[in-house]
């Protein structure tokens, strides 16, 4: 797996042990279940530590936490010692979760990945995914939970996206460069297209803003598309190869000639072909030393250049 590390913008988390707070970054939710699912069907070894030859519950949590920076203690009794309690009913993902199956004290304990599953190393299939409910085992034998670390959820992943940017727009100075919302005005007007509905599908887009129904417009016709949050972004600049591919859509563009390539634009660029059919239709040579620019942001003047071109 591709380790992809969240730096958290406003506060990391503790882990509470017996001896001491000890902090680490925050991975998502998302990563550390889909770490933890990596070695699923794993062997079962009782004091084992390898996850090729053999491996117990409380190795398989120390193991999997290892990979996000945390250290946990060997012994399922020790973790229980460790964090913070847990209600069930507020369990979250990346919470460990204890279980009596010896009749005595603490004796297997897992990891909680989310509507009421949990993952661990069990004696009977290796590492496995179970119930915490299921009625006919792991019900009767759950003790409770600790959380030692706060992963962040998908919610706040995309909340924490949306500050960064809302940051980095600030820092850009609008009178020098275009606005999503500016393209979105003068390409609307240029293709003569009808803008009178303003009610785009764009959580961010209002239906009494002045680039409405121009945003409207162009979505209805595919040649502009918000993000993975149904969000337009109106306020953001665009780059040079984002703009690439909404003129190359917006105006039915195709190579002419011999594709031209840029040094920051190679095969595997997901402007690649957009690009190059920009340049072939003489739209945009790029900013010199066969370089494209890929991720600057557009300026009003290269925009005003690119559209007069396409008259």
Request: net charge negative; hydrophobic share 35%.
């Amino acid at each position: 797996m591709q380790k992809k590390w969240l730096i958290p913008v406003f506060a990391s988390f503790m882990l509470f042990s017996g001896i001491g707070a000890n902090s680490a970054d925050a991975a998502s939710e998302s990563e550390l279940t889909t770490t933890a699912k990596e070695y699923l069907k794993a062997p079962y070894q009782y004091g084992g530590t390898s996850i090729k030859y053999g491996i117990d519950c409380s190795a398989y949590t120390q193991f999997i936490f290892s990979k996000f920076g945390i250290n946990l203690p060997r012994s399922s009794s020790e973790q229980y010692q460790t964090g913070e309690k847990v209600a069930k009913s507020d369990l979250q993902p990346g919470d460990l979760v204890f279980f009596n199956t010896n009749g005595r004290t603490v004796s297997h304990v897992g990891i909680y990945i989310g509507n009421g599953n949990f993952i661990s190393a069990t004696t009977s299939g290796g590492v496995a995914i179970d119930q915490i409910n299921d009625p006919y085992y792991w019900g009767s034998k759950y003790l409770g939970a600790k959380r030692v670390a706060n992963f962040t959820s998908e919610a706040e992943l995309a909340k924490q996206k949306a500050i960064k940017e809302e940051v980095k727009n600030v820092s850009v100075d609008f009178s020098v460069y275009s606005s999503r919302g500016e393209v979105a005005i003068k390409l609307a007007a240029l293709l003569d297209i009808d803008t009178t509905d303003t009610n785009s599908p764009f959580k961010d887009v209002k239906p009494t803003d002045e680039y409405a129904g121009a945003v409207n417009a162009l979505y209805k016709k595919g040649i502009f598309v918000g993000d993975e949050n149904k969000k337009f972004n109106p306020s953001s600049p665009i780059t040079r190869g984002e703009l690439s591919v909404v003129l190359v859509n917006a105006f039915g563009l195709t190579q002419t000639g011999e594709e031209i390539e840029f040094v920051d634009v190679p095969e595997t660029h997901w402007a690649h072909k957009t690009v190059s059919i920009l340049a072939s239709n003489q739209i945009s040579l790029g900013i010199g030393n066969d370089l494209f620019g890929i991720n600057e942001n557009v300026t009003k003047e290269q925009l005003s250049v690119f559209l007069s071109k396409l008259q």
